[in-house]
């Protein structure tokens, strides 16, 4: 029996070193749902870590406000810094939904969706700290090179990924036919 990744810590890592290890301990029916959990955490640290400033002033509204008016700025915060990750899960999701054919999993199918976010929102928080530590202009292009590498890291992974969906049961299959 080979490694598989058991703890947040070590389905991070394993998707960002060892990404084909990481979907395989994703598609087992026994650890269903838990990138998605893992997704929403990094979700999470990701608003945290990018948006400080805005999360402790939205408490700070509601602390000395109003907390609807509080609750609405971390709301309209939340919806501005997590479109881009969440519509990236969504559509990885259906692509390898759609691409694993006859033997799709749909629920599986965006555990193995969710292990291709972590290489796109670790290459996100890595450009940020960069750019944060070297002091240097987020101008376009600058940020465009940041997103084409988050973006083909990741997608890189979702292709491991499809060949992962579509290989479900092939051994069983060639097993059963001898």
């Known amino acids: 029996m080979s490694w598989q990744p058991s703890s947040f810590v070590e389905r ?14 994703a598609d087992e029916p026994e650890a269903a749902g838990r990138t998605g959990t893992d997704a929403a955490l990094l979700l999470l640290f990701t608003v945290l870590a990018l ?8 408490v700070w509204l509601a602390a ?16 501005r810094s997590v479109g881009t990750d969440l519509v990236f899960i969504l559509v990885a999701g259906l692509l ?18 969710c292990v291709a976010y972590v290489p796109f929102v670790v290459a996100q928080l890595a ?15 600058v940020t465009n090179v940041a997103a084409i590498a988050a973006f083909g890291w990741a997608l ?7 060949v992962h969906a579509r290989s479900r049961g092939a051994s069983t299959e060639t097993a059963g036919a001898r």
């Not at 000395?64 to 919806?79: C, P, R, Y």
């Not at 759609?98 to 969706?113: V, Y």
């Open 51 to 58: 948006h400080t400033k805005q999360v402790v002033i939205a």
């Open 64 to 79: 000395t406000d109003s907390v609807s008016s509080g609750a609405g700025a971390l709301v309209s915060l939340i919806g």
């Open 156 to 162: 890189a992974v979702v292709a491991l990924g499809v």
């Open 12 to 25: 991070i890592g394993a998707a960002l070193v060892a990404p084909r290890a990481a979907l395989a301990a």
């Open 127 to 141: 450009a940020y700290l960069v750019i944060s530590v070297g002091d240097i202009e987020p101008t376009r292009p």
């Open 96 to 113: 390898v939904t759609i691409a694993a054919g006859r033997r799709r999993s749909i629920g599986r199918d965006f555990d193995l969706a």
